[in-house]
């Protein structure tokens, strides 16, 4: 049977960003968003942010993430159609979208890439989110839910694509630390935010649930 020692090792998480990564992406960003910050391209039908999408393109939406250079050299399928830095002022009229979606994103935003918690910087774009949102559009926000990591049992998966975890704090330290988060939530902090936000009817859903569960569905 595996040791729990050899089970830990498989939660190394990355190291933090060194100095010269620090200086670089931050003076990076700001070129960039003095520079090249664009108007988000019109599609066709009705206006959906794919929010932080990585390499997850979706056609007919705006597929949005931030300006690296970089990452655009190595990636391959890293081809955002709208670049920009999502805690700073978009470029984008008010009440433009009809939906906005952002998975495995908030919890990573940060302040010029910087190592610290941050919440403010969530909040930020929860701000923007909302003066780009046409009055009863919908934003789809998925976050790991840290309350239900607190309450694992070392036994049940958590979701389908989760890892399985040994331990209860080890499955905290994932939802918490693991892909560089810097912020964590449950459904309570999200929806006080939301609500303070301005945000309205909020609900929670399952990690597959609810009305609008992928991209495709928008
Ligand atoms: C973990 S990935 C999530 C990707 C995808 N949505 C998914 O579910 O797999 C988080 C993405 O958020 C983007 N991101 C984080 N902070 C950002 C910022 N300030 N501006 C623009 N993009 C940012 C990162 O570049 C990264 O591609």
Same mark, same amino acid.
Request: net charge neutral.
């Given at each position: !049977? ?11 998480? =990355?190291?933090?960003?060194?100095? +010269?990564?620090? *200086?670089?992406?931050?003076? =990076? ?13 019109? !599609?066709?039908?009705? /206006?959906? #942010? ?52 952002? =998975?495995?994103?908030?919890?990573? *935003? ?6 610290? *918690? ?11 989110? #909302? ?23 070392? *036994? =049940? ?7 399985? +975890? ?10 918490? /630390? ?38 495709? /569905?928008?």
């Amino acid at each position: !049977m595996t040791s729990l020692i050899d089970r830990l090792q498989n939660h190394e998480f =990355e190291s933090n960003v060194t100095l +010269f990564q620090l *200086v670089f992406y931050s003076v =990076e960003r700001e070129i960039c968003h003095a520079v090249i910050r664009r108007f988000p391209p019109i !599609m066709d039908g009705p /206006q959906l #942010l794919n929010l932080g999408c990585a390499p997850h393109i979706y056609p007919g939406w705006v597929n949005a993430d931030d300006y690296s250079i970089k990452r655009r050299l190595r990636e391959r399928s890293f081809r955002p159609n709208w670049s920009l830095d999502i805690t700073r002022p978009w470029k984008c009229s008010n009440e433009h979208w009809d939906g906005i979606f952002t =998975e495995h994103v908030i919890e990573h *935003v940060s302040m010029r890439a910087c190592e610290h *918690v941050s919440y403010s910087e969530a909040v930020k774009v929860f701000k923007e989110c #909302l003066r780009t949102l046409k009055p009863g559009a919908w934003r789809r926000v998925s976050v790991p839910d840290v309350a239900k990591y607190a309450q694992h049992d070392g *036994v =049940e998966q958590l979701s389908p694509d989760a890892p399985e +975890f040994a331990a209860r704090a080890l499955a905290i330290s994932f939802a918490t /630390q693991m892909h560089l988060n810097r912020s964590a939530w449950d459904v309570t902090l999200m929806t006080r935010v939301l609500k303070e936000t301005g945000f309205s009817e909020i609900t929670a859903v399952s990690i597959w649930g609810g009305h609008r569960s992928t991209p495709d /569905q928008g």
